[in-house]
């Protein structure tokens, strides 16, 4: 890992631009770990002590509960992205969740029989969906991918103030 000249940012070493203030950088431009802007062993804007990367793949980790805790914590604009979009996506699933579980009666016996049984199959499909989704957004954000999720991504930018 290299680190940008100008705010001290941990940014890979084939990247043109630094992913934190958004400066041009040719290969030569760049300073070595621990040289120039950035403090010896960590890295300027580094709230968590974590690489960029990883904090926003950890404010996926347990959904809308982390989201929370790393928007508050740490003050990268990536990360805050990945936070703010783990609280909305994950925060209104589980919502959603919530409501039908209730709607459908989850819970509720009838003669050793639960009511409206297919509501139960929706639920275990929106689980399902709910996981896949999970895993995706905690691979893309370990990958360094800013990776949207339609209307959940303007409702994040809206929280971290873009």
């Not at 934190?20 to 290969?27: A, F, L, R, S």
């Not at 904090?55 to 980790?61: D, T």
């Not at 209104?92 to 819970?107: I, K, P, Q, W």
Request: aromatic content about 10%; overall charge positive; glycine content about 12%.
């Amino acid at each position: 890992m290299v680190f940008c000249t100008k705010c001290g940012g941990q940014m890979d070493e084939r990247a043109a631009f630094c992913p934190q203030c958004g400066t041009q950088h040719t290969p030569g431009s760049r300073t070595a770990p621990g040289a120039g802007n950035a403090p010896a062993g960590r890295p300027a804007g580094a709230q968590s002590g974590l690489s960029e990367n990883a904090a926003a793949a950890l404010s996926y980790s347990l959904g809308w509960l982390t989201g929370i805790i790393f928007l508050l914590i740490d003050k990268r604009p990536y990360v805050r992205f990945h936070a703010a979009q783990s609280l909305v996506v994950f925060g209104v699933l589980h919502v959603f969740r919530s409501v039908l579980a209730v709607l459908f009666g989850v819970g509720i016996f009838a003669g050793g029989r639960h009511i409206l049984a297919p509501g139960i199959l929706v639920l275990h499909l929106i689980s399902l969906a709910t996981f896949v989704l999970w895993l995706l957004l905690l691979i893309k954000a370990y990958q360094g991918e800013k990776f949207r999720v339609p209307v959940a991504c303007e409702i994040a930018d809206g929280i971290v103030g873009k």
